[in-house]
T-cell receptor, first 112, second 113 residues
């Protein structure tokens, strides 16, 4: 079966712009979570959506937002980009949010 | 504060050798502990998942152990291969929600021929 698909794979944006990243979970998975990974900070939890509702949120500013659609696909939006937002953004899906998560390959965002 | 500490930070071994990576945690209450392998520029791939009642779990040449009393886990890699070069991340969850997971900073393993 298809894995977790994230698009685009690479993205270059300018400071002040906004960006939207997309994540298509494994078919049937209802939980989608987002993470930011940087060399200095490791994996940091952004938020989790389950059945179109945000269930958990990490400690990130309001510039980071997300949503989940009825088909469980999820989008993450970052407004007013800063240089420090440059990172690998990972999405993971799970059937219910319990135990194992399957990660996508990530979107590499570079802010210049 | 929930924390997950991994050691060593980095490790270099020769192909064919065994190695053991450590994970100590202070996450409470404990739900499960997962080990992931992450190749450079790719997403993490699950190796093992262990709950409170499990103290050993294997996945091919990877064997994870869990001591819930001392809050320690280890990942043992047997007969290492060049493809084992990656970052290994320990994740401990306080419950079944993604938001209650605490990630370690990972151990970077390099296997040399």
């Amino acid at each position: 079966k298809a894995g977790v698909t994230q698009t685009p794979r690479y993205l270059i944006k300018t400071r002040g712009q906004q960006v939207t990243l997309s994540c298509s979970p494994i078919s049937g998975h209802r939980s989608v979570s987002w993470y930011q990974q940087t060399p200095g900070q490791g994996l940091q939890f952004l938020f989790e959506y389950f059945s179109e509702t945000q269930r958990n949120k990490g400690n990130f500013p309001g510039r980071f937002s997300g949503r989940q659609f009825s088909n469980s696909r999820s989008e993450m939006n970052v407004s007013t980009l800063e240089l420090g937002d440059s990172a690998l953004y990972l999405c993971a899906s799970s059937l219910t949010g319990a135990y194992g998560y399957t990660f996508g390959s990530g979107t590499r965002l570079t802010v210049v | 504060k929930n924390q997950v500490e991994q050691s060593p930070q980095s490790l270099i071994i020769l192909e064919g050798k065994n190695c053991t990576l450590q994970c100590n945690y202070t996450v409470s209450p404990f739900s499960n502990l997962r080990w992931y392998k992450q190749d450079t520029g790719r997403g993490p791939v699950s190796l093992t998942i262990m709950t409170f009642s499990e103290n050993t779990k294997s996945n091919g040449r990877y064997t994870a152990t869990l001591d819930a009393d001392t809050k320690q886990s280890s990942l043992h890699i047997t007969a290492s291969q060049l493809s084992d070069s990656a970052s290994y991340i320990c994740v401990v969850s306080a419950n079944t929600n993604a938001g209650k997971s605490t990630f370690g900073d990972g151990t970077t393993l390099t296997v040399k021929p």
